[in-house]
């Protein structure tokens, strides 16, 4: 039974990896059969492509052994050829020929059933349409990619998740406060065991919990119960002392001889007496020093294990607190953030030069319900990703928010310098962004968003509103006249007002296209961008 041309290419692969270029030529020359002949071309062009002065030869194996596996319609081999035959061209800097090896390498790996590599293909050919620029392309090859390889969504609400956490951060707050007045307290504790002048301590008591409180009730009994004993031992040698003073007067009557004799006998009985309490003071004193040292092991490796877990809730502290400082940068405006972490709150402040952009859906109801509720949300969500992506190329630009349909956001807040110009070339792009995903969708036979685009300049007052689930919000006269300059704008265009129109003239070419009404400002001439000065049309 013949082996599979895949094995026995993969098995070939193996043997020859290691080899050199030339021993590789060298068997390529004696080769008989067409599979060994693809296999070693393969492996040169793989070798031949590490140096862009042998690029040439790689990119003539690579074609020879592409021609051998397109007869045998191994599809596998197909897709890694064209993956290196692509790589080959894109290190040659020719992207527009290495888009397609891609691509074709992408459909025969999806033909031949592996996804991984097709993953792979994606991957690579994403990262060379970033490069090129080509935005849309570079989306949709890294969607299917995240497809092929697995993935999902996260779930909940990312102001819930930091209320929660900033919760989680109060109450491990809570909890380093107790430790650390446990730490003092235990301190206390040392400090008095080694009898000197405790540096913490309420009133005139040392604070102990329950337990220390047992522990130091039984030392202090302990001490009392020794005190007694030496209160008895001092009774009974005053007692000795009384017997020695009566038998003084009885030896007074007595003889010499006599009273030399019972001297002997009593100091004798004397020096057993005085060496028997004396051994006993001396036990006592033994077993007090004794308990004292276990007593001050004991707070001492209390004292040790209290640092180490006060030390374990720091560092999950940190860490709990990087995520809710996240979770809140992702939500506002890092100084806006910063100074709600430091006050609690964060006061409203008034920009007086400052450009708004307003963006809306034509017959978005209309649409909407003539689609799933999957597909309406997975089509706004495209179209938005567009704009999250698009205004990041721009320092300037901030996102305020989405409403329903709408997106909102604007250059010159919160210490950003003011472009106006950098806001409509980010205008004129998502409508190259949705003119594209129109042709897309119209290809595909299914109904497409168009937007109208109306931006304004002039002074907003800017803040935070709500408690549970915080909202960055800009208010004012500008805010009202941008979204005035969408709704009179017209779907594709880019619709601007005067004011933003004297600050971007010289940029772009405009077109008038009459006035309107606006309250507190009076007659407003409108604009469309037709395309920034010097560009191509």
């Not at 919760?167 to 491990?172: F, G, I, R, S």
């Not at 009898?195 to 220390?212: F, Q, S």
């Not at 004292?292 to 940190?318: D, H, Q, V, W």
């Not at 909202?471 to 933003?500: C, F, H, Q």
């Amino acid at each position: 039974m013949k082996l599979p041309i895949t094995l026995v290419f993969i098995l070939t692969a193996l043997s020859v990896y290691a080899q050199s270029a030339s021993s590789l030529e060298s068997k390529l020359a004696k080769a008989k059969s067409d599979s060994d002949k693809m296999e070693l071309k393969y492996e040169l062009a793989k070798i031949y492509n590490k140096k862009s002065s042998t690029r040439g030869k790689a990119a003539k194996y690579i074609k020879d052994a592409y021609l051998i596996a397109n007869d045998k319609k191994d599809y596998y081999l197909l897709a890694k050829i064209g993956f290196l035959d692509g790589d080959i061209y894109e290190k040659n800097r020719d992207a527009i020929r290495a888009q397609a090896r891609y691509k074709t390498a992408k459909e025969n790996a999806i033909k031949a059933g592996d996804k991984s590599l097709a993953s792979q293909i994606l991957t690579q050919a994403a990262k060379l349409y970033g490069q090129s620029g080509k935005f849309k392309e570079a989306y949709y090859a890294t969607r299917e990619a995240l497809s092929l390889g697995g993935g999902g969504r996260s779930s909940g609400s990312s102001g819930d998740q930091v209320t929660r956490l900033v919760n989680e951060k109060a109450k491990l707050e809570n909890q380093n406060r107790t430790l650390t007045k446990d730490k003092e307290r235990l301190t206390t504790e040392l400090y008095a065991l080694k009898g000197e002048k405790a540096p913490i301590a309420i009133g005139d008591k040392t604070v102990l919990t329950r337990e220390e409180a047992a522990i130091q009730r039984e030392r202090l009994a302990e001490i009392a119960e020794k005190e007694k004993q030496l209160q008895s031992l001092a009774s009974r040698n005053a007692e000795s002392e009384k017997k020695r003073a009566r038998l003084e007067q009885k030896y007074a009557a007595l003889s010499k001889e006599d009273l030399e004799k019972e001297a002997l006998l009593t100091e004798t009985k004397l020096d057993n007496e005085r060496a028997s309490n004396f051994n006993k003071i001396l036990g006592l004193a033994v077993g007090s020093l004794f308990v004292f040292a276990i007593l001050l092991f004991g707070r001492l490796r209390a004292n040790r294990k209290s640092k180490k877990e006060l030390e374990e809730k720091n560092t999950l502290i940190a860490a709990e607190q990087k995520k809710a400082d996240d979770l809140l940068l992702n939500i506002l405006p890092a100084p806006i953030a910063k100074e709600l972490k430091a006050n609690g709150k964060a006061k409203a402040r008034k920009f007086n030069d400052v450009s708004v952009l307003f963006t809306d859906f034509k017959n978005f109801s209309g649409i909407a319900e003539s689609m799933s509720p999957v597909d309406l949300v997975d089509e706004l969500d495209h179209c938005f990703k567009g704009f999250d992506y698009i205004i990041s190329q721009y320092p300037s630009i901030e996102k305020i928010k989405t409403i329903g349909d709408a997106y909102m956001c604007a250059s010159g807040l919160n210490g950003k310098l003011h472009k106006a110009d950098e806001l409509v070339k980010a205008a004129l792009e998502m409508q190259i962004f949705l003119e594209e995903y129109k042709q897309d969708r119209q290809s595909k036979g299914k109904r497409f968003f168009e937007a109208r685009i109306g931006i304004h300049s002039g002074p907003v007052v800017a803040g935070i509103v709500g408690f549970n689930k915080f909202a960055y919000d800009i208010w004012g006269d500008t805010v009202n006249l941008a979204s005035r300059m969408e709704s009179n704008g017209t779907p594709g265009k880019v619709n601007i007002s005067t004011s933003t129109y004297n600050k971007v003239r010289h940029m772009f070419k405009c077109e008038h296209r009459g006035k309107i009404s606006a309250k507190n400002l009076g007659e407003v001439d409108m604009y469309f961008v037709e395309q920034q000065v010097g560009a191509t049309a």
